[in-house]
């Protein structure tokens, strides 16, 4: 059976009594694990505390806790918490996040993501072992710390939220699997070329790094609800290339929509939203989201796993209704025949 997971925004646009039985939906499906981030609503480890105790065999990923937003050791002892309370299901998403976030949101400097992260995988991979922690580096000194109430899994999986080529290349160095947002599929090869350059650092390859990207994905029942799906999906993506700093302008651009981007930029900043998204091209599109009728999203998946991803992560555009949600994670369930 194919792996897949799907995101939920921990806010409260979705009451807690609809985010259970949407996890209950996809533990009942076979799905492999639930994925949440934390921007403006609740924290992610809270969420994903509550949906372990109404699950049984949904995994648990925090996608993504910032590098900058708690100490290596607290983040440690919180990740081990969630294991021991679901059992070893947890997963550990981080990124670094940008300097908007970083700075405005939590009052510290956004200084050096690349080499802060790589202590911060260090420091939370010997806590997590059990031993004593004595670290020196530029960013973070520590002396006996040792964590008394170990995770149950032997090793926590942890994901890297990434995009620039040095970033890449420290996935492909540290972690156990990649949380990339709005790749296209056809990048998808290139980019995980890069990644094997930094498992080779690391005497690993590519294969021990699963490539979990996150699709934004629309299941639509009719004509109407089709162009429906398709304008929430295109906001959505103009919100993040021409309202979101550089990350994803960046990226998108490197992809060869450098006409798009820009155009989405400049019309986000004059404040047109729907012009913004309206610049979103049908090609580029169809290069990163999965829109159609159940067998279209289906097929459109699999073109995503034939270009290089490992378990997708299903994701929905701002303003998907629950029964839209609903009908999407049952059209995209794993097949029991793959």
């Known amino acids: ?5 799907f995101f939920l925004n921990a806010s409260r646009e979705t009451s807690d009594e609809d985010l259970i ?7 009942g499906l076979g799905y492999h694990s639930y994925w949440t981030g ?61 300097k908007v976030v970083v700075e405005g949101w939590h009052g510290v400097p956004f200084d050096s993501p690349l080499a ?13 072992a059990g031993g004593a922690v004595n670290y020196e580096g530029k960013f973070y000194q520590m002396e006996r710390f040792r964590m008394i109430s170990p995770p149950v899994q032997e090793r926590v999986p942890i994901y890297l939220a990434s995009l620039g080529p040095k970033n890449l290349e420290l996935t492909g160095e540290l972690a156990d699997g990649w949380l990339p ?4 599929r056809d990048r998808l090869p290139d980019l995980k070329e890069q990644i094997s350059i930094g498992a080779a650092k690391s005497s690993r390859n590519i294969s021990d790094v699963t490539v979990s990207p996150y699709i934004f994905c629309y299941a639509a029942d009719g004509a109407e609800d089709l162009a429906h799906g398709e304008q929430l999906l295109r906001a ?20 060869g ?35 159609g009728d159940a067998q279209q999203c289906r097929d459109q998946l699999a073109q995503f796993r034939q270009a290089g991803a490992d378990m997708p992560i299903v994701n929905f555009a ?21």
Request: glycine share 8%.
């Open 21 to 27: 039985s949407i996890a209950k939906q996809a533990d």
């Open 236 to 255: 959505h993506m103009a919100y993040y290339v021409g309202g979101m700093g550089t990350f994803y302008f960046d990226s998108m651009s490197r992809a």
């Open 1 to 5: 059976m194919e792996e897949i997971g």
């Open 181 to 184: 947002v709005w790749a296209s």
């Open 116 to 128: 802060r992260t790589r202590e911060y995988i260090e420091i939370i991979r010997m806590a997590l």
């Open 38 to 98: 934390e921007s403006w609503g609740r924290d992610v480890f809270t969420v994903l505390t509550m949906v372990a105790c109404h699950t049984e065999n949904l995994r648990l990923g925090t996608g993504i806790a910032t590098v900058y937003s708690r100490t290596p050791a607290i983040l440690a002892q919180t990740i081990a918490s969630l294991d021991i309370i679901s059992k070893g299901r947890a997963m550990l998403g981080l990124g670094s996040s940008g």
């Open 257 to 291: 929509f450098a006409t798009e981007s820009q155009a989405i930029r400049d019309a986000w900043g004059s404040g047109n939203r729907e012009q913004a998204a309206a610049a979103v091209s049908d090609k580029m599109m169809e290069s990163v989201v999965v829109l």
């Open 318 to 338: 701002h303003g998907t209704d629950l029964e839209a949600i609903h009908r999407t994670m049952a059209a995209l369930a794993p097949q029991a025949d793959a």
